[in-house]
């Protein structure tokens, strides 16, 4: 609970940052939020153990898929390509509601920063020149 | 020093001889003049451990010297008489001699330091070839190395074991309690028993670590085994028997996306080289264990599979592959592989009723990804065969309970299909269901016979009862196509389908969908439905006739109709709607008159709208506009300012009704915001608006709505408010 607590204000954060130009209150936005708030209680066990990293694209990579237990490893894969797939869709409603689809590249920026500034210790990032380091 | 050199060097050939030939060996030997000749030994003759330590008090540094001298008289004599074996099993004076002077040359110019070795040969089988074999004392055994072993097409080199117990007799050799190295520090428990005679080989490994097998075959390394594995080996001529046990075994690959552990398998076979054909024979039952194989996971619960068949130069055969898959059932096949060419030449599978709730949960799901959820129950029985050009024939039996996707978005009950697809012949598929529902929708039981010839399949016609109307499918077709210019012949699927609704009763399908009342039908014309990247879309229009008037909606297409937020995209255009009627169903006072309305780019996200631009107008004509007192409170709450309170607080209270000329509102939603207009703009500097109510008659009553920017959840809360009869004038 803490963990989604945590993600969800890493998320208003995230969206804070442009929050004087960007409305998100939005159906699409909302929903894909929530899909992304129930899926990370999945995914949050996996940031901690490594296997699982946040990249300089605003997206999650699984980095270490040995890290991550057999039984757990397609049910991960899978919510891994769901979570990006709802990353993508939340940078472009941003940028839709605000009637600027042009902002979504901008928008997707931020988050990847905003992602990374605000992992927890211990979660592996992306550096900008590529290479992960562990916070 | 010649006669020390001669002494040692034979004493050191007969030691090693009195291991190998134990019967014929060195005690015979010396009884028949050798040793005794140069030495008076009276403790008898002196074993392998005495010689080792007489060798190691040698300076190999000296013995080398005054060998470059011994040598060359020796070759000389050779030249003279050949070195071998004698009538009575043992080796020549002078041959040994030789033979021991190269050990002794190269022990002492290889390690400085003096050991026994002796070339043993070759070994030359239907199945391996053994070269340059040596054997070598030690202590608590010997050391035995293999120069090359070549077998099942591949080919080891400098193979080394020790034997704590270990025979040499007339070509036999037999290693107990041995230790193959493999790697730099790895170890594996080996015994064998090799009879010349009869080609025998019998080879065990116990409990041998999974990690060692890398060091023998260095491809395995990328996949990093783990675990314990034991296996025995019986040759016999040209025919071998083979058992394999893993312990614990796990392996992975460096992407991670193939990977076992804690896996228990046994695994057993025979095979027999007949002429130039060799036939094969195993089995593998999987006791425990678990695989993931991106994107399936497996755990080991009893599957077993045994196949037979042949292998040659040109082919490798399945003629009988049997699997059975506890909790799922039984699959039967036969493959054929053309190995000059590379590629399958035939592969047939028949399974019987399998359980569709596992196998899918397997196999099929984890295809799928997170979504959409497939829940499937029943029993499916199938069969697939496969030639050297493509996919021959497809039989599917399915008898399903249920199928559920999408956690009850969609569902169909008694699913049952019989599908005998033929590659080369005209066919008829029957699929039929006892009716299920599509989100809140009921849909009836249906049959849909589906002809089929090769790639190219289609019906006519195929009605869905949909609560009191049918929702009809026709004219489907849909043909693969291969396009030629594609690199690779990529395939292609091109389908068409037109469909309709037959007349649904409005009151029946607002009551279903948890909707206000609403009178008239629903009917629809689809000419096309189409299904790309994500998106169905339905061509043509979808009438309602509701409320004496009629709604039109037109570009509909549902984007991501099986993900988390699939949305709906149309435009809806709304004529001559009976306001009376209208404003009853929604409890929203009284007006009389007709409206039209107009929605654009309408975007909804579940039952959420996401985006367009609306508006709503006064239809054009004649005929009586009458408002009530509660409506003009209603609409102003929308956006107006007070003009409900205005007429509370005026002689207009006196009034139930009013006339008015035009009533309109518009709104573009965007961002959750919904920006207001209304009929005309009203100037007025701080106090500009736009009228909603433009009055008309008598009394006359216009309403101006202030307000520009309204929340759309605001908005709604406030319909809400209204329906449920409780709204008030809002004063902003």
Known sequence: MKTILLWLLLLASGVALAQSNLEINTPAVAQIKSAMAVRHGQLAPHYASGALGLAQDASVQLRDPNAVPLAQRAAVQAAVAAENNDRTALYREIAKANGNPSWETDIRSTFAQRWIDKAQPGWWVQTAQGAWQKK | MWLCIHLVCSTAIRATLYFSKREHGYEKAEKSGGLTRFLRLENGIPSHDTANRIFRILDPKQIEQVFRSWISGVVGTLRRKRMGWDDDGHMNLLAADLLAAVLLLFSSVATAALQLSLELGSIHHPAFEAERIRMQPEAGGVLLSIGVLRGGGRQIRDLRLKCRDFDWASGNIRCAGGALKVGADNTVPIDFNYVAASKTLDLTLRDASAASLAGLLPELAAWRPQGKFSATLHLAGSKANFKLDTSMLAFANVAGTQAGEGMMLHVAGTVRDVADTRQWQASIAWQGGEVYWQPWYLKGAGQTITAS????????????????????????????????????????????????????????????????????????RFALAIDASATRSFDLDLDLHGIDVSEGRFVLADLRANVPWRRDAATTAQISSGGGKLGELPLGAFSLPLAMEGWRFGFDKVELPVLDGRLLFENFTAQREVNDGAKGGEAAWRWQLAGALHPLSMPLLSKTLGLPRMEGLLSATIPRIEYADSTLTLNGSLIVSAFD?????????????????????ADIDARHLDLAMLTQTFSFGSITGYIDADVRGLEMVGRQPQSFVARIETSPGEFGKRISQRAVQNISSLGGAGAGAAIQRSFLRIFDTFGYEKIGLTCRLVGGICEMGGVEEIEGGDRAGYLMVKGGGLPALSVIGYNRRVSWEELVSRLEAIAAGNSRPVIE
């Open chain 2, 309 to 380: 068949g042949i292998v040659d130069a040109t082919q490798v055969r399945v003629d009988a592959a049997h699997a059975v898959l506890p909790g799922i059932g039984v699959l039967d096949g036969q493959l054929g592989w053309n190995r000059p060419r590379g590629v399958l030449t035939a592969l047939s599978l028949a399974s019987d009723a399998w359980q569709v709730a596992p196998a899918w949960a397997q196999f099929g799901q984890p295809l799928l990804g997170e979504t959409p959820r497939v829940k499937l129950d029943g029993t499916a």
């Open chain 2, 549 to 569: 008037g009629y709604l039109s909606v037109a570009g509909l297409k549902v984007i991501d109709p099986v993900g988390h937020a699939p949305r709906v995209v």
